[in-house]
C-alpha cells in the first residue's frame, strides 16, 4: 500500500517537473480570434482586440510570454503595444493561464492608420522566457487587411466661416411727423403745417420723388383721439381727424407733382389708451402708480374714464401733461434706397473698387464661383478696409479653399487679433485639423460659439477622434460628405443615402460613398453605378476601389473597365 503511494507521488512530481521543463509549443491560430476582423479604422488609429483561448495542458507552468500585435504591409511592419501572460508557477503581475484548465486572455491592438494598411496582415510575434532561457514562436496569423471607410473624413473640405456681408440692395428708411389739434377739434392749424417736422417731412418726400436711387413706397397717417369724452364722440373726431389731414397730404403731393409714392394710407384710433399709458408710466405725475393700477383693473374704456376722472388730484396733472399729447394725426413717409444694382457693383469693382463700401465688395465675392477671383476680390476688400476682420477672414477662407494653409493661417490670425469674432476663430481650428492639432483645434472651435458652419466643423472633428455617434449628432442635417460619412459609420444606411442625394454639388467621393453603400446594403447596380462615376471624375479611385475591402465580395470590371 505504501509502495503504491509513493508511486502515484512520484509520478505526480514528474508530471510537475515535466510541465516545468518542456518548452512551449508554437500557438495554433485557434487559440486566437480578432475583433473586428478585417481590422477597421477609427478616427485616424487602427484598434482591435484579440481574443485568446488557450487549452488545457497547453501553458508550460513556469513560462512567461510575451505578445507583440503587428501589422505586416507593403514590405514593412508595425508593431502595437505587447502583452505579456504568465504560467502558474511563475511569480509576477502579469495575468495567470492554467497548466491544468487552460484559460483566457484579452490582447489589446492599436496601430496609427496609414494607406497602405488596406492590404495587411495582423500578426501575433511570441517571445517566450523560461528561467534564463528565452525562445521564439512562430508568429500566428489573426486578421486580414484593414477596412479604411472611415479615412475618406476629409476636414480640408469642410467649408470655413465666412464673415457675412451686410448688403441689402433696397434700405427702407421711415421718416414721420405730427399735427397736433386741440381738444375736441379736428381742423389743421396753419402753425402746425409749418413746424419743422412737416417742413423736414415734405422736403425728404420731394427729395425722393427727384432721386432715382430712392423710392416712396406708402404714406401712412394714423390719427388720434385722448381718451377723455365718450367712446361715440371720440370715434367722430378721430375719424375726422383723419379725414382732414388725409386730404392736406393728398392736395400736397399734387401741389409738388408727386404721382409715384407708393400706396397712401390712413387709420384711426377713437382712443389712445395704450399711448395714454406708455406716457402716464414716462412721466413724474405722483400718482402715476395708482393711474396705472386703474388701468389694468377695468377694460371697459368708459368705466376707465371715470375712475380716473374720480381721481381728481391727479386728473388736472393728466389734462395738462398727457391728454394733449394724445390728439394728433402722424404721418409716415416710408422710402426705399436703391442700391448699386449686380452689375454696376462688378463694373466698379473692375473699374475702381474704391467707389464701393465694404460691404458691396464683400458681397461682390458672393456673385462668383470661381475661388481665384474671390481671392482677388477678397484681397481688395482687405486692402481697402484693413480694419474690417471680415476681409481677412475671407480672404482666408477663400486660401484655404485653395489648399494654401499658411496664407490662410496668416489672415484668420489677423481676424482673430481684431475682436471677439467667432469666424476666424472657428478657422484657425480647421488649420489645426488639417495639420492634426486636434487638441488646439478643440480650443479654437470653444470660441467659436454661435458661428453657423461649426457643427460641420466639429462633426469632422469628432469623425477624426473616432466618436461617430457624435459626429452625427454635430451634423445634423448637414448634406456633406463628411456627415454621409458619419451616417455610414453608424450604419444608419438610409439616412446616408439621404444625404448624400441631398449634396448640391457632388464629387467624385460623394459617389465612392454611394458606392460604399450600395456593398453595404448588397446593392450591386447602385455600387456598379456610382463608383463608375466617381473614377470618372477621379481616375485615382480605381485602384483604391481595388485594393477597398469593402468592395472584397464584389466584381469591379463593370465599374472599372
Not at 201 to 212: C, G, K, M, S, W
Not at 353 to 370: F, G, H, K, W
Not at 483 to 503: C, V
Request: proline share 4%.
Amino acid at each position: 500500500m505504501n509502495l503504491k503511494l509513493c508511486y502515484v507521488a512520484f509520478a505526480g512530481l514528474a508530471l510537475t517537473l515535466s510541465s516545468c521543463g518542456k518548452k512551449m509549443q508554437q500557438f495554433s491560430p485557434e487559440y486566437f480570434s480578432a475583433n473586428p476582423n478585417p481590422l477597421e479604422v477609427v478616427g485616424e488609429r487602427v484598434p482591435a482586440r484579440v481574443s485568446a483561448r488557450i487549452p488545457a495542458k497547453f501553458f508550460v507552468r513556469n513560462a512567461e510570454v510575451t505578445v507583440t500585435p503587428t501589422l505586416v504591409f507593403d514590405g514593412r511592419q508595425v508593431t502595437s503595444q505587447s502583452y505579456s501572460f504568465q504560467g502558474d508557477k511563475v511569480r509576477g503581475n502579469n495575468p495567470v493561464i492554467s497548466y491544468e484548465y487552460g484559460g483566457t486572455a484579452t490582447i489589446p491592438v492599436d496601430f496609427a492608420y496609414e494607406p497602405a494598411m488596406a492590404h495587411s496582415e495582423l500578426m501575433l510575434n511570441f517571445t517566450v522566457r523560461q528561467g534564463n532561457k528565452q525562445y521564439v514562436l512562430p508568429a500566428v496569423k489573426v486578421a486580414n487587411g484593414v477596412i479604411a471607410t472611415a479615412a475618406l473624413a476629409n476636414a480640408a473640405k469642410t467649408v470655413p466661416a465666412v464673415g457675412n456681408d451686410a448688403f441689402q440692395r433696397i434700405i427702407n428708411e421711415r421718416y414721420a411727423a405730427d399735427i397736433m389739434f386741440l381738444v375736441n377739434q379736428a381742423n389743421i392749424r396753419a402753425n402746425q403745417l409749418n413746424s419743422d417736422a412737416i417742413l423736414e417731412l415734405q422736403r425728404e418726400i420731394v427729395a425722393a420723388n427727384a432721386d432715382t436711387a430712392r423710392r416712396l413706397s406708402e404714406i401712412n397717417i394714423s390719427s388720434y383721439a385722448s381718451p377723455e369724452g365718450g367712446l361715440d364722440f371720440n370715434t367722430r373726431l378721430a375719424r375726422q381727424r383723419e379725414e382732414n389731414t388725409e386730404s392736406y397730404m393728398r392736395r400736397q403731393l399734387n401741389r409738388d407733382r408727386i404721382t409715384e409714392f407708393g400706396e397712401l394710407t390712413a387709420q384711426f384710433t377713437p382712443e389712445d389708451w395704450e399711448g395714454f399709458q406708455r406716457l402716464v408710466a414716462q412721466s413724474n405725475i405722483q400718482d402715476k402708480d395708482l393711474i396705472l393700477s386703474v388701468l389694468s383693473m377695468y377694460n371697459d374704456p368708459e368705466q376707465r374714464e371715470r375712475e380716473i376722472r374720480n381721481l381728481s388730484n391727479v386728473f388736472e396733472q393728466l389734462a395738462e401733461q398727457i391728454l394733449p399729447q394724445l390728439r394728433y394725426s402722424r404721418i409716415t413717409a416710408s422710402i426705399d434706397v436703391i442700391g448699386k444694382s449686380d452689375a454696376e457693383i462688378q463694373r466698379l469693382l473692375a473699374s475702381d473698387p474704391s467707389q464701393l463700401n465694404v460691404e458691396e465688395i464683400l458681397y461682390a465675392a458672393t456673385l462668383t464661383d470661381n475661388n481665384e477671383e474671390k481671392i482677388s476680390i477678397y484681397d481688395t476688400a482687405a486692402r481697402l478696409f484693413p480694419n474690417d476682420y471680415r476681409t481677412f477672414n475671407n480672404l482666408g477662407m477663400a486660401q484655404y479653399v485653395a489648399g494654401d494653409y499658411d496664407a490662410a493661417e496668416a489672415n484668420f490670425r489677423r481676424a482673430a487679433g481684431m475682436g471677439n469674432h467667432p469666424e476666424p476663430q472657428m478657422n484657425l481650428g480647421l488649420i489645426d485639423m488639417v495639420r492634426g492639432n486636434y487638441t488646439s483645434a478643440n480650443n479654437h472651435f470653444g470660441q467659436a460659439a454661435g458661428t453657423p458652419e461649426l457643427g460641420e466643423a466639429l462633426g469632422i472633428y469628432y469623425l477624426k477622434q473616432g466618436d461617430n455617434a457624435a459626429a452625427v449628432r454635430a451634423f445634423g442635417d448637414s448634406k456633406s460628405n463628411n456627415a454621409a460619412l458619419a451616417q455610414i459609420l453608424t450604419r444608419d444606411y438610409s439616412k446616408a443615402r439621404t444625404t448624400l442625394a441631398g449634396i448640391n454639388n457632388p464629387d467624385a467621393t460623394t459617389y465612392y460613398l454611394m458606392a460604399v453603400l450600395g456593398a453595404r446594403t448588397n446593392n450591386e447596380n447602385m455600387l456598379n453605378t456610382n463608383l463608375r462615376q466617381a473614377v470618372r471624375l477621379d481616375s485615382s479611385l480605381a485602384q483604391k476601389a481595388l485594393n477597398d475591402l469593402e468592395f472584397a465580395n464584389y466584381n469591379l470590371s463593370r465599374a472599372l473597365n
